[in-house]
């Protein structure tokens, strides 16, 4: 039995090796995919936003505090992204596929 359980963790160990020998070949890492993302509140300075982020096949939510610089940044990267890809659709919660929104400047009414 204890040479069986030896031998039992030898192939898991080895099965763990070959796993991160992929993932370090790999030259492209997989992102995390997110489900739900929230902006929670400013922070009491106000140089932060504490956003709640819930992956996929997980239910904790996780918070994060970050600095308004970081999402000003990621707005630009977002138009950038935009403005290089005008015909893109996404499919929405009806199947059906409709164009990406315009990540122009907030208006008056917003």
């Not at 409709?98 to 009414?109: H, Q």
């Amino acid at each position: 039995m204890k040479r069986r359980r030896s031998s039992e963790r030898q192939s898991n160990g080895a099965a763990r090796l070959r796993f991160l020998r992929q993932e370090t070949m790999s030259d492209e890492v997989q992102p995390l995919r997110v489900v739900a993302l929230r902006a929670d509140c400013y922070s009491a300075d106000r140089e932060n936003v504490v956003i709640s982020l819930r992956m996929k096949y997980s239910m904790a939510e996780r918070k994060y505090s970050v600095p308004l610089e970081c999402l000003r940044d990621l707005v630009v990267d977002l138009r950038r992204l935009s403005s290089a890809t005008p015909d893109v659709l996404t499919e929405n919660t009806h199947g059906e596929k409709e164009p990406l929104l315009p990540l122009g400047l907030p208006t008056a009414a917003e």
